[in-house]
């Protein structure tokens, strides 16, 4: 099923977009990693009828799940269901989504041999029921809040289709760079040229703004990081904006987010995104004075802090905030929300996000 890319309504609430570009804001926006997510007992329901990745691939069940958290919170972004392993599946890897497991490949990457059997042209064509989903999120949202599209990023990526799901160490993928860096150098260039393609797409198709997710960057070292997942992180914006202007088509805010990589902020700073996402490891004054003024910081409150009394978040929250100052921040967990997250915590973080500046 095709949807019209075009005749969007009118947006009601860019508050979101214009603290990413560095522009004043009416007060500091708010969003959730994996906000449509398993602490939603509606989301549940869903899951209960639906494969989670039927649920990706069905843009009326994606945008089912992704409208459900603004229904309920007073949200400034919406991200559109879906997955950073649809990606593989569109390469010609199987994914499985096995319950109390996660993520599984039945058939992983084996050996260096076997980037050979991976399929990149027409990948992206293989992935346009996300288009589509993100095309009719933006006319069912109705203007409400901007929509993020968003990607794994290629180390992500590369760990997870070597492990064949998710690791606590990604010991063989780590063991790819250091014995086989030169193939390893040409999967992860494969997964960068994908993503860019990938986040094209999403942009015509309706993206307000797009996030990278190297959620996997806390797995290496430095050293590591900014040798093979750094470089492919600035392919990504550079080939973008290079797409971007060559095809004429709008520019979007992009965010990146390396969990686990804050020691490598000012390396990031240089990287020319407009966001960059910080984990709950950081201080917000210390990220601050590392990126400088130039650059809107997301983030950063640990998701187990959820967990805490309403008072006790409301507290946490406004101190985070006050931290980060209202220009050139965007308001975010410092990794997604987590399962057993009570709502009450949910609407407890957002309104005090909002209500932070008040007098």
């Known amino acids: 099923m095709q949807f019209q890319a075009k005749n969007f309504p009118a947006l009601k609430n860019d508050n979101l977009l214009r603290a990413a570009r560095g522009e004043a804001v009416d007060r500091v926006p708010v969003w959730v990693m994996r906000q449509a997510g398993r602490y939603l007992p509606e989301f549940k329901e869903v899951r209960a009828e639906a494969d989670f990745f039927k649920v990706c691939r069905t843009p009326e069940l994606a ?7 603004i229904r309920r919170f007073e949200l400034d972004a919406s991200i559109i269901f879906s997955d950073i392993l649809v990606i593989p599946q569109a390469l010609g890897m199987t994914v499985e989504m096995r319950p109390g497991h996660g993520p599984v490949f039945p058939e992983p990457l084996e050996s260096t041999q076997d980037i050979a059997k991976l ?6 064509e293989r992935l346009q029921y996300v288009g589509d989903a993100l095309t009719l999120m933006r006319h069912t949202l109705e203007g409400k809040v901007p929509l ?3 990607t794994g990023a290629p ?9 064949g799901g998710g690791s606590k160490t990604m010991s063989k993928s780590r063991a790819w760079l250091k014995d086989h860096s030169d193939e390893s150098r040409k999967l992860l260039n494969l997964l960068t040229d994908v993503c860019v393609d990938y986040l094209i797409m999403q942009i015509k198709n309706g993206a307000q703004i797009l996030q990278i997710f190297e959620s996997s960057a806390e797995y290496i070292t430095k050293e590591e990081f900014i040798e093979f997942a750094l470089p492919c992180l600035k392919d990504i914006r550079v080939k973008l904006h290079e797409k971007i202007e060559k095809e004429g088509i709008e520019k979007v805010p992009l965010v990146v987010f390396a969990k686990g990589a ?17 984990d709950w490891s ?11 003024p130039n650059v809107t910081l997301q983030g950063n409150l640990d998701p187990q802090d959820l967990y805490k009394t309403p008072d006790e978040i ?6 985070m905030v ?14 997604g929300i987590t399962p057993a997250t009570p709502i009450i915590s949910m609407t407890t973080f957002v309104d005090a996000v909002h209500s932070a500046f008040d007098n």
């Open 322 to 335: 006050n931290k980060f100052g209202k220009n050139r921040y965007i308001a975010n967990l410092g990794h």
């Open 282 to 292: 950081i201080d917000p004054e210390e990220a601050r004075k590392i990126v400088g």
């Open 155 to 163: 180390w992500t990526l590369m760990g997870y289709m070597v492990e």
């Open 262 to 278: 804050m020691h490598s902020l000012a390396e990031m700073t240089e990287l020319g995104y407009d966001v960059i996402g910080l």
């Open 148 to 150: 993020f599209g968003f």
């Open 63 to 69: 945008v089912e799940v992704t409208m459900q958290p």
């Open 119 to 124: 399929t990149p042209n027409g990948a992206v």
């Open 314 to 319: 409301r507290q946490l929250t406004k101190t």
